[in-house]
Each structure stands twice: as C-alpha cells, then as structure tokens.
C-alpha cells in the first residue's frame, strides 16, 4: 500500500496547515484505521490524531485537541489533518499510517505498531 503525505510546509506560529495522505488509486481508506503520527530527531514517534472509517470515530493527543481536525475526502481517496494554531513545538515530520486492526483502537490508536503501512512523510516546521 503507497500512502503519499503532502502539504507540510514553514509557517509562523498561530498558522494553519492542512496535511493530505492520499492513497494508491486501488487501495480504499475503507474499514481501515488512518493515522496520523509526527516526529522529531532523537524522539519516538508520537500518534497526533486517528480516525476509524468502519464507526468515524476520531481521537487526538492532548497536545493537539481543539487545534487539529482529522478528516477524510472519499471520493478523492484522501485523508486529511487539519492544523490551526501552530505552535513551535508542532514542528516535526508528520506521517500517515494505515491499519487494519479496530480492537480496542480508543486504546491503542496513538502506537505505531497498530498500524501496517506508512507514508514517507512530510516536513511541517514552526517558527515562532
């Protein structure tokens, strides 16, 4: 499965970014978990928001609640992150990841090992 990430960028704190993962045209975001993850050098990946496309669940860390929104576009194939209110400590390399496995996802959503495939990634940096 290619995710492809898309939409990171450089922007002043209090911006607004709109992250995309799209997928390959013969793979469908349906019955699937759909993740969104970050990193930043030195550091383990931290799971930023999910989505479940089988109940539209949605979850987020505490540090991104009420500033994020997860989203998805079906007819284009594509997840989306919605950030507003970037702040510097947002910066990192952001990545989607798909999965197949809804057990106790309320639980597990934020590991990186509930999920299969992972796109390559797209800088978001944040000046302050």
């Known amino acids: 499965v290619q995710l492809v990430e898309s939409g990171g960028g450089s922007v002043q704190a209090g911006g607004s970014l709109r992250l995309s993962c799209a997928a390959a045209?013969?793979?469908?975001?349906?019955?699937?978990?759909i993740g969104w993850f970050r990193q930043v050098p030195g550091k383990e990946r931290e799971g930023v928001s999910c989505?479940?496309?089988?109940?539209?669940?949605?979850y987020y860390s505490d540090s991104v609640k009420g500033r994020f929104t997860i989203s998805r576009d079906s007819a284009k194939n594509t997840v989306y992150l919605q950030m507003n209110n970037l702040k510097a400590e947002d910066t990192a390399m952001y990545y989607c990841?798909?999965?197949?496995?809804?057990?106790?996802?309320?639980?597990?959503?934020?590991?990186?090992?509930?999920?299969?495939?992972w796109g390559q990634g797209t800088q978001v940096t944040v000046s302050s």
């Open positions: 990841a798909v999965g197949e496995d809804q057990v106790l996802l309320s639980r597990f959503w934020m590991l990186p090992e509930t999920y299969e495939f």
């Open positions: 045209s013969r793979f469908s975001f349906d019955d699937q978990i």
């Open positions: 989505m479940s496309t089988i109940d539209d669940n949605t």
